[in-house]
């Protein structure tokens, strides 16, 4: 019986033994690099923008490392409709102007637009365009503004940051995640955002170190029926 006892516990042990594994990482893993900023924007699952809503269709966020914050709106004209800002959106001057969705990112830390990046003149005197803000239509994507000061963003986070008001109170969207708003969507990723009309395949990527402004594939020239032959 007693042989029999230990028979038994030998084989519990053998068995245990050989159903445990050990799992040792590969030094020569290299992990996948990141998808490009349109295949992440359409390939990353959409979370539920429920617990980003801020009123009036806005969706906002902030970044896990609190270095850029966006969100998906609407503007009128220049003026877009920002809940952590004040802006002219409501003002019934402007109710004649067409509403259209964007999305409207803004950095603590940014580079500097590139030179064929600036879009305005600052009031005819070429001073002034700063990064640190993109900006994404249904149909064109643009990096920088005509401001004078730092965006609220850096005034929250950055170097002499307060660290509170309306900025500090958005909404973490974590690394890899899509928000979907009007059609547009963001994901943060790669140490930045990427925002994008899917569909036309025109969207920015922002981070503190560089951005990317991606333009939809040309169009292709349509052409017209070929004229009959003269010749008799």
Known sequence: MRRNVLGIFA???????????????????VPPPPLPPMEQL????????????NGD????????DRTVACSLTAARGEHVNLPYEQNNFGDTANNKLA?????????AKYPQPKGEDVKDDCAGINLGYLGGVALLTPDS???????????????????KGSKAGAMAQLQVLGDGQNLEGNGLRCSAYKGGVACGN???????????????????????????????????
Do not use: N
């Not at 004078?148 to 850096?154: F, P």
């Open 141 to 159: 994507a643009r990096y920088g503004e005509c401001r004078s000061g730092v965006t609220q963003m850096e005034a929250t986070y950055g170097p």
């Open 11 to 29: 084989a519990l042990i053998l068995t245990a033994a050989t159903a445990c594994t050990i799992t040792t990482q590969d030094p020569g893993y």
């Open 198 to 232: 899917v569909s036309a395949g025109v969207g920015f990527f922002v981070s503190p170190e560089h951005y990317e402004l991606i333009s939809g594939p040309e169009e292709t020239a349509s052409t017209g029926p070929a004229e009959p032959s003269k010749t008799p």
């Open 42 to 53: 359409e390939q990353a699952t959409v979370v539920d923008a429920k617990s980003f809503a």
């Open 99 to 107: 509403t259209v969705p964007v999305a409207h990112c803004e950095l």
């Open 57 to 64: 269709g806005v969706i906002s966020f902030i970044t896990e």
